[in-house]
């Protein structure tokens, strides 16, 4: 009998990505490296439904044709459009339940899925839908971000810290430049600055 196939270490990295930046590049590299992950993908929020009643976010199809532009640049990593494609919205544990499901319809073994978070998140997760049932199916993964240093633990989650390069850098800022007329390139990859420009986003509307 052939031998089972391995489970994917798999990594799991939501956002809204408005826009994607080089501290999302960097976070998702740590974590293909320090960990050791098959794969990371960038799942990109529908309907990241914490943030619209706040601010009006770009259209998720603009996220995603920018998160698909960011990853071209990392090898093993891929833009997802699972919460695109499931509307209403974006709750990781249906993700990360889906994710499972298609790689058992597809006769391979559940992969172990690893969340990545920025450090700035963990205060949140007791607010995320079916926080206990998410902490069950993953492993969480805390990315380090300036001013939020990696905790020890996390009560309730299975945890690893990565330590990244710390970029200094969110996509608030980098909307706060645009709307400014500055220039972002230092912030974000090429490919997404040429997608922001063609589009133009983020600019002041007059
Ligand atoms: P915003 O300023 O709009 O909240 P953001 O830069 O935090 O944007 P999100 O799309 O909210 O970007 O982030 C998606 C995930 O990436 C979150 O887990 C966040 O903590 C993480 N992240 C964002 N920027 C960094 C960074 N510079 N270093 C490490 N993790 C980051
Ligand atoms: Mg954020």
Request: charged share 25%; proline share 9%.
């Amino acid at each position: 009998m052939p031998a089972e196939p391995r489970p994917e270490r798999l990594g799991v990295l939501g956002g809204t990505f408005d826009p994607p930046h080089l501290g999302h590049v960097a976070a998702a590299s740590a974590c293909l490296e320090q960990l050791g992950l098959d794969r990371v993908l960038f799942v990109v929020a529908n309907d990241p439904w914490q943030k619209t009643p706040v601010r009006d976010v770009t259209p998720a199809a603009d996220r995603l044709a920018m998160v698909e532009a960011a990853v071209r640049s990392i090898p093993r990593a891929e833009a997802s459009r699972i919460e695109l494609d499931r509307g209403g919205p974006s709750y990781t544990v249906e993700t990360v339940e889906a994710l499972a499901a298609s790689a058992r319809a597809a006769g391979r073994p559940d992969p172990e899925q690893f969340l990545i978070v920025g450090a700035d998140v963990i205060g949140s997760l007791p607010t995320w839908h079916r926080a206990a049932r998410l902490a069950e199916l993953v492993t969480l993964v805390v990315v380090r971000r300036p001013g939020a240093p990696g905790p020890n633990r996390v009560p309730g989650w299975r945890l690893e810290v990565v330590a990244g390069p710390e970029l200094d850098l969110s996509s608030s800022e980098v909307r706060e430049l645009l709307a400014a007329g500055r220039s972002a390139r230092a912030l974000v990859p090429e490919a997404v600055e040429r997608y922001i420009e063609a589009h133009n986003l983020y600019a002041v509307r007059r």
